[in-house]
Every structure is written in structure tokens, then in C-alpha cells.
């Protein structure tokens, strides 16, 4: 590949991207109403599933094990849960990239849903073993609102991409 194409092309808007991640992440932390409770949208998992469609030559698995690896730490859960989790979805946004973007956006929401419903499956089963944790039916709420949330998360995601100038090199 021509450097100075990768250049002219990447510009030096990469910076949206951890910012992204950056505030998906602040948004898993924060403290959500008692009333919410379950329904927390996977806010770093959409985050990541966008950009690993957009720009997959430059986020992929290594990327979401390493943002997974910090949210981890930032939860203090059980080292690795959350980068395994992550990189499952960046590996699921990297393999069907080229199909995912051509589904309508109705499409895509159920594929999060169901990759939402697998993180909320493989994170039960985890803390079921570590904490005694039963899975119970309100944890499926959060895969709902994870899905329900896409169009607003790729609308946003997808204006500051073309806003900032960043295309695909491919």
C-alpha cells in the first residue's frame, strides 16, 4: 500500500476513534437509574462493532482485547472476561463486515441483538460460576436495549466519521 495514500486518506483523524471507545467506556461506568437497572445498553460493544465495519484494516480483535483488557480493569472483574467478550465481537464485526453494511438497519439491529444476547449469555455463565449468580430474565434487557440503541450509536458513529474525513482504505 502507498504510504502517502494511507495518509491522505487516514489524515490524522484516528484520534475518533479511541475517543469513541473512550466515552463508550465512560458510559458503562457510570451510574444508571434504579429503574434502568438490567436494560444498560453494551455502549463499548456497539462502539467497537461500528468501528470494526467502518474501518476494519484498522480496529479489529487485537483492539477489542485490549479495550476489553481495560474494562476489566475499570470493572474489576475477573481478569480476561471482558477482553475475550470483546474480541468475540470485533472477530464477528471483522469476518462479516462487507454483508453487515449491506443489511438495512433494522437487520443490523438484530444481529447485535444477538450478539448482545451471547455476551449476556457468556457473562452469566462467568459470573455463575465465580459469584453463584443465577440467570435471570431481566438480564436479557440489556441485549433488547443494545439493539434497540444501534441506529442512534451507527447514525452518530457514521456522521462523525464522514464529518471528520476518515474514509476506508479498501
Known sequence: MNTSFSRMAWGHRWWIIPV????????SIIPYPEWMGFAEPHWVSLVLFYWCL??????GVGTGWIVGLLMDMMLHTLFGVYAFMLAFVAMVGVLFHRQVRMYPLWQQCMMIFAISALEV???AWVFRITNDIDLRLVYWQAALTTALVWPVVYTLLRFARRRSGMVQLR
Open 121 to 123: 449469555l457468556f457473562l
Open 54 to 59: 467502518a474501518v476494519p484494516e484498522r480496529v
Open 20 to 27: 469513541s471507545l473512550g466515552v463508550a467506556m465512560l458510559l
